[in-house]
């Protein structure tokens, strides 16, 4: 609950600093996606609080007290906030700015930066998202190609929730398109699209259950499509390699540089949000497939007092 | 697709190859395409090596933008020297993974696949953070292959290891988040990413505070990835935990891919004068390294989990090395980045050796050792020798090491430096003496009618490493001229105005 809150206001603070993508990514992710993630963690361990402050407590305390005025104390060097000749507006920055029109071509500078001249970091961080995807899937318990759904009942009982959501579902699927294929004319690109893309199917499934969602959508496609963005981004790089360029050099796409510029972006940017869709519903159908509703856990409470009741005698 | 493309695919490839590995999802065809991909690794870091050594640095412009505007992948003798280890053990330890994981022990049946695809990326994220020119980008590297490792870690079958791996995650995220901070106030100050650009824009600005503060938090962060004293809390358990082939895998690449980083940034980055006269690095780093020498041999003689043992060794081992950093001089550099190379050859030689023992008896505490010399004399004959290179006796190279660091101590003419130096040793000597002694001395305790000596695709590359530790403390030049020359061009740099 607080931490949806947190995620929203920094996203607000975010449009303050006129960072608006990264308010956008941080509305989707922050306050959206890891809160439900958060929730669903907590249905399937179960909370308790620990109220009695320990020694250990209060050496953590102090410690974080020292790096918060460590963190202060940097502070005090720091250049005036928005001056122009900052050296974070000056340098590489300018640079951007002067040159992202003539040599890519769209208007938003972000996504040119993101998308082209630090291409490589976003393909990083793209197989960051794929690796977690990964880590969820080697660590949480599943079959080979779904999950024993157990009796979890969906909300049936939630009429107004159902059809609401119902009329809400392919308006958010069509806004998710949407900020996919204009990321590089306003806010937007693959990250946040594909979260919004899996805010759908996580919304469907939550209200029609699990079983149902995965009709939709089956376990070893979302496996592959998480695969297959990392594969698409990465091939863009190997194609323009291959065209005589370097590694996600676009500009060797096409006959023109900003025309390669353009396509290059928009696959790799789908790429991204395929990639993105993928885990974050994998993440959570696992995490839900995992959940153990009471009913489930009282039977297996139930069958294992049984065999101790056996091997007693 | 020319040479100049070498820099480049020794990162995409491995890290394109663990999507399609999940794509693959066959236990033996993905083992087999990891080992290819690994040895593909190694050869492109080899080639690199000798063309980095023949015409200078090698600079590849990602997406064709010039550096600092673009991301800038550059590859000098440092870490050309440091991905032909990482690769060369990653071969090797490959090599014995199948064997090692048909065990079901080791790894729960159903998740090789996703062994394979995390290895993979762990490999990819290392091999990144070495060969990248670019502050920013060496950090997502470095998410990449810390979060494949505390999959990796979380993998193995006790259930410690998911909490091993989660203490892990915890510490982990710290460092990488006070690394994030540091290369962000880095980033407010210079205004550029890209390493080289740093290096030259930072002298002016040297003086603030906010610079101060992005020096403490990167460091600090990078030490906790590297397990230094006290920040080592999360290294003995996941060592212990993980599975055999990930321990050899972690204990001879991660860590030494982070001293790097500490190589890159107190020397190239920030430069030596301001690392060691702005601010104590030196003192600093002489105290953690001798306390980490005494405390962690001192706790790893009272270790009855031999692979626990061992994490303790490594994190005397790091003192070693970041004592070597702390002279400042060209010897003293030299030694850290020998230790740097050797250590990953003897660790990787005796966790190997535990997965051979592993696969035979199930376990690796001391009472499992207990008369197993007899029927398993290859692999105890290499743990053995590996324990030897760790005590540091000539002809091997723990020997080689420990000289070069003897040298510089003495050269500083830090006399209890290098008193600590040899008692750590001999402390070495009494927790691989408590191996070797239940090994051969002790009688059988398990019923061992049917023991039988190793697989060898289990021995052959324990002694392929184990042939390496006494090959190159025998014919030092190789590797002595190499680090010779990085640690005379790295105190160069600060000479430069």
């Known amino acids: 609950m607080l931490s949806g809150i947190y995620g929203l206001l920094s996203a607000s603070l975010f449009v303050v600093l006129d960072a608006v993508d990264v308010a956008f990514t941080e509305a989707a992710v922050g306050a959206g996606i890891s809160t439900i993630l958060m929730l669903t963690t907590l249905a399937i361990t179960g909370r308790y609080e620990l109220s009695r402050p320990s020694i250990r407590t209060r050496i953590g305390l102090l410690l974080v007290l020292v790096i918060g005025v460590l963190l202060i104390y940097g502070t005090l060097g720091m250049p005036y906030f928005g001056m122009p000749e900052n050296p974070a507006n000056g340098h590489v920055a300018a640079y951007y700015l002067e040159n992202t029109e003539q040599q890519i071509g769209i208007p938003n500078y972000v996504t040119a930066v993101l998308a082209s001249y630090r291409g490589f970091d976003t393909f990083g961080e793209l197989v960051v998202v794929f690796t977690a995807g990964v880590a969820v899937l080697a660590l949480l318990p599943h079959s080979r190609d779904g999950f024993v759904v157990d009796d979890m009942q969906p909300m049936k009982h939630h009429l107004i929730l159902r059809i609401t959501s119902k009329l809400l579902l392919p308006f958010i699927l069509l806004f998710a398109l949407y900020v996919q294929f204009h990321g590089d004319f306003g806010p937007g690109g693959g990250f946040q699209a594909g979260v919004i893309f899996a805010a759908a199917i996580i919304l469907y499934s939550m209200l029609y259950g699990l079983e149902n969602a995965m009709q939709v959508i089956s376990f070893p496609v979302i496996r592959f499509c998480a695969a297959l963005g990392v594969l698409l981004y990465g091939s863009v790089g190997i194609v323009s390699m291959l065209k005589g360029g370097n590694f996600l050099d676009y500009s060797v796409l096409l006959e023109t540089p900003v025309a390669g510029q353009h396509l290059g972006i928009l696959l790799i940017e789908f790429g991204v949000g395929l990639t993105v869709a993928a885990v974050m519903v994998c993440v959570f159908f696992t995490f839900t497939g995992s959940v153990v509703s009471p009913a489930k856990s009282a039977r297996v409470v139930a069958a294992r007092d049984g065999e101790k009741t056996q091997g007693a005698p | ?497």
């Open chain 2, 1 to 497: 697709m020319s040479s100049a493309q070498l820099p480049i695919l020794q990162v995409i490839v491995p890290l394109l190859a663990a999507p399609l590995c999940l794509l693959i999802n066959h236990k033996l065809l993905n083992w087999l395409f990891t080992l290819l991909v690994s040895g593909f690794s190694f050869v492109v870091a080899a080639l690199m090596l000798w063309q980095v050594s023949d015409t200078g640095p090698l600079s590849y412009h990602l997406g064709g933008w010039m550096p600092p505007y673009g991301i800038e992948i550059r590859v000098d003798q440092l870490n050309a020297f440091v991905a032909l280890l990482i690769t060369a053990i990653s071969t090797l330890v490959i090599t014995s993974a199948h064997t090692s994981l048909e065990n079901k022990k080791d790894i729960a049946p159903g998740k090789h696949t996703y062994f394979y695809v995390a290895y993979l990326l762990c490999f990819a994220g290392l091999l990144g953070i070495l060969v990248t020119g670019d502050a920013f980008n060496l950090f997502v590297f470095l998410e990449i292959s810390s979060l494949s490792s505390y999959v990796l870690i979380a993998l193995g079958r006790d259930r410690r290891a998911l909490w091993a791996s989660f203490q892990y995650l915890v510490m982990g995220t710290i460092g990488a988040t006070f690394i994030l901070i540091g290369i962000g106030l880095l980033y407010m100050k210079t205004g550029t990413l890209n390493i080289a650009d740093l290096a030259e824009r930072l002298p002016e600005m040297a003086d603030t505070r906010t610079i101060f503060v992005a020096f403490c938090f990167f460091i600090v962060g990078v030490c906790l990835k590297l397990a230094l004293f006290p920040l080592h809390m999360w290294l003995p358990n996941a060592y212990a935990y993980a599975p055999t082939v990930v321990t050899a895998f972690l204990a001879a690449s991660s860590t030494k891919v982070a001293l790097y980083v500490v190589v890159r940034f107190v020397f190239v980055v920030f430069g030596v004068d301001f690392s060691f006269t702005t601010i104590p690095l030196q003192a600093v780093f002489v105290t953690l390294g001798t306390l980490g020498v005494l405390v962690a041999s001192l706790v790893a003689i009272n270790q009855q989990n031999i692979k626990r043992m061992l994490a303790y060794s490594s994190i005397a081992q790091i003192g070693y090395m970041v004592l070597g950093l702390s002279f400042g001089s060209i010897t003293g550099l030299m030694a850290s980045l020998l230790h740097l190379f050797n250590h990953a050859l003897m660790k990787g030689a005796l966790f190997l050796t535990l997965g051979a023992v592993f696969y035979r008896i199930g376990g690796v505490s001391l009472k499992h050792f207990q008369g197993i010399g007899r029927h398993m004399p290859f692999t105890l004959a290499a743990f053995v020798i590996g324990g030897v290179s760790i005590i540091g006796m000539p002809l091997t190279v723990g020997f080689v090491s420990k000289w070069y660091l003897l040298q510089a101590a003495i050269a500083q003419g830090w006399y209890l430096v290098s008193v600590i130096i040899l008692v750590g040793s001999l402390l070495s000597v009494i927790y691989i003496w408590k191996v070797v002694d239940a090994a051969y001395f002790k009688p059988a305790l398990v019923n061992q009618a049917q023991l039988k000596e190793a697989p060898l695709s289990l021995l052959i590359p324990v002694w392929v490493l184990v042939l390496a530790n006494l090959y190159f403390g025998m014919d030092t030049r190789l590797t002595v001229t190499l680090t010779d020359q990085v640690a005379t061009q790295l105190m160069h740099i600060e000479v430069l105005p």
